[in-house]
Structure formats: C-alpha cells, structure tokens
C-alpha cells in the first residue's frame, strides 16, 4: 500500500478510536502506530506530545502530523492529518443534525459512564510506559516531579487573586516545556563537563 | 464570503488555542458572541457532545459551528481552518527536527522535555480519573468514589498492563465499558 494512504486510512482508524479526547488517543496511538506500525517508538511518541502540547492547536491533531510528516514527509504530515479528524468530523455532521436527543439519551450516558472508567485506565497504562521511557535518572525525577506538581495545582487550585497572572504562567503547559527543555540542556552540560573535563 | 471568513475565525482559533482542546474554549465562546454562529448553550452541548464521540473538542466545535453557519461546506472548511496554522508549525518543527536529530542540543532538550511530557500527561490523566471516577451523586447525596467506575478501570488496567489480554486491541475495552456501562447503568 502506497505509504500516504497507509497514513491516511491508520490515523483514521485512530480518529474514530479516540473517546475522550487528545490523551485518550495515547493507548492507541501506542497500539496502532509503536505496536503494529513501527513507525515510532515509545520514547519519539513521548517527543511528540511535548512538542504538541507546546504548538498551537489540538494535541491530538498535532502528534499526528508529527508521525506524518516523519514518515513522508510533507504530503505525510498532510494525509495524518486529514486522516485524524476524517471520522470525528463525519459524526459531529450527523448529531448536529439531532443534537438534544442524542445527549438526552439515558442508553448513552450509562455508556460513556463506562467508558470515561475505561479510559482512565487505558491513559494510566500508557503512562506507566512512558514514565519508564522517560524517567530514568535523579534530575528527571526532579522534572517530572516539578512540572506534575505545578500542572495539577494549575487544573485543581484556584489563582491566588493577587498572583493570578504569574500562576497562570507558571502553571501553563507551555511554560513547563520550555523549562524543563532548558533544564535538560543545562543538567546535560553540566554532565558533560564534569565527565570529559571540556576535552570536546 | 461566508466560507472564506468561517475558515480565517477558525484558524485563528486554531493558533491561538496552545495546549489542547480546552484551551481552545475561551477562543470558542469569544468567536461565537462576536459572529453570532453559535450561542453559549450550544458551546456547552458541544463540550458534552465532546466527551462522549470520538474527536478533540476543538475539531468538534469547529465542525458543529461551521455546521450551523454553512451547511455541511461550511463544516468541513471550519474544520480545514481549524487545523492549518498547526499543520504549518508542526511541519516547520518535524522539519526542523530532522535536521538536527543527530545533535546533541536537541538531545539534551528533549531528556528535559520528555520527563515534562509525562508529567503533563499524568496531570491531565488526574482530571480525567476525578471526573470518571469521583464525586458522583447517588440519591442527592454526593460521593467521593464512585465505586462501579472504580472496579470497573482497576479492572481494565489489570487486565491491560498485566494478563494476555494485553495483546487485545483497546477499543475492545472501550466497547466492553460501555455495555458494562449501560447493564449496570452507571
């Protein structure tokens, strides 16, 4: 199969998979595309939700025109794209035709009660898989400590009236990322000097 | 031009919004009480409608708003809209990346970064557990667990990290939930 319709037709298999939103697409993007795919591993998949959740736009959208663009470049990053929101865009043309019945449904709120436990779930074993990819050393705890800290007090904790703004800043996922990339670039350095003793 | 104008709002929203779905909501609700496309009520249906198909909210509002304006044209050249100034980034970025993949610059920012990824990911996996899993109202009175949710994804983690069941697609247990879902109705 030609590569851009094998992107197009895996990431619309993805949109129509992701229930819940740009993280629950994480235990399938780690099926469909690190599993069967291999068209990265767990640790580039990691890379590209940083990058995604730093860049304009909806993370889900952006991870797949990451996969995309890496795999076939520009016309990639295109058909991954077009592919993820394919399906999502379809259903959304149909319930707004009867939007109030749909969501007066008893049937589906029982059903997405369900779901919503199920992807809780399936977003921690994903996690889980992650967190060994990516947290192996003391300054990476520290990091990961740091930023988890800070975004969960930004999502649970009202701004302190006075400091709204700089809690709002320092909360953001996009601050968090571009630190915690200056860290790595620092810790790095400073491991590196103390090893080669600057002979690079 | 209706569509020319409902594909620039959109792309504005789309550049704007940093971080994911929710972020794109202060930008939605401006849009449309500026534009008159789609009223307050219908933005919180969306976010409802949201969580329970398939789709980022941003993508779904994009297409319902366009829906309303348009027609099914409109829809879809809202959604197209909504995703070209990330596309572009993205592509300039993955380009970017490429080139440099071999550096140690980029290495180095990205053991920082990666560690930063999975936490933000873990605190976004703490919203979700404290809406699937708590504060549920039973009877008028609120309670902190909601226990069937809570059995229910012990059970699916088990299950998906730990026995054979593993090698099973997840839109299995997606599918399983929901008809566990609607018999206990939960």
């Not at chain 1, 298999?13 to 068209?39: C, H, T």
């Not at chain 2, 809570?150 to 299995?172: D, G």
Request: net charge positive.
């Amino acid at each position: 199969m030609h590569i851009l319709i094998d992107l197009y037709l895996t990431f619309t298999k993805v949109g129509s998979m992701m229930f819940g939103g740009g993280y629950a697409m994480l235990p399938i993007l780690q099926r469909e595309i690190v599993d069967n795919k291999k068209w990265a591993t767990t640790e580039q998949l990691t890379d590209y939700y940083a990058v995604g959740q730093c860049t304009p736009g909806v993370i889900a959208v952006n991870t797949a025109t990451f996969i995309g663009s890496q795999q076939a470049g520009i016309a990639g990053g295109v058909a991954a794209t077009l592919g993820v929101v394919t399906v999502p865009a379809i259903l959304i043309l149909i319930i707004a035709a009867f939007l109030s019945s749909f969501m007066d449904s008893v049937i589906v709120a029982h059903a997405f009660s369900g779901i919503r436990a199920c992807v809780t779930a399936l977003i921690l074993a994903s996690v889980v898989k992650l967190f060994k990819g990516a947290v192996k050393d003391w300054p990476t705890r520290i990091i990961y400590i740091t930023v988890l800290l800070l975004a969960a007090a930004g999502n649970f904790l009202a701004a302190p009236e006075r400091l709204a703004l700089v809690w709002e800043t320092i909360t953001s996922p996009v601050f968090l990322v571009i630190i915690s990339g200056i860290a790595g670039l620092a810790i790095r350095s400073v491991q590196r000097s103390k090893k080669g003793g600057g002979e690079e | 031009m209706i569509y020319i104008r409902l594909f620039f709002e959109f792309c504005k929203v789309g550049l704007f919004a940093v971080g994911g779905g929710l972020a794109t909501i202060p930008f939605l609700s401006d849009l449309g009480s500026r534009t008159g496309w789609f009223t307050s009520g219908q933005l919180a249906d969306m976010i409802a409608v949201s969580e329970s198909t398939p789709g980022p909210i941003g993508i779904n509002m994009a297409t319902y708003a366009g829906y309303t304006a348009a027609g099914v044209p409109g829809g879809i050249i809202s959604t197209l809209g909504l995703v070209f100034p990330s596309l572009i980034i993205i592509l300039i970025i993955a380009g970017f990346l490429n080139k440099f993949r071999e550096s140690r610059v980029v290495d180095a920012v990205f053991y920082g970064l990666r560690a930063a990824s999975v936490a933000l990911i873990t605190a976004a996996l703490l919203q979700v557990a404290e809406i699937a899993l708590m504060n549920h109202e039973v009877n008028g009175t609120t309670q902190l667990f909601y226990w069937p949710a809570v059995v229910l994804a012990s059970v699916v983690f088990v299950c998906f990290s730990y026995t054979p069941l593993r090698k099973i697609h997840p839109i299995f247990f997606i599918a399983f939930s929901a008809v566990v879902g609607i018999v206990l109705g939960m």
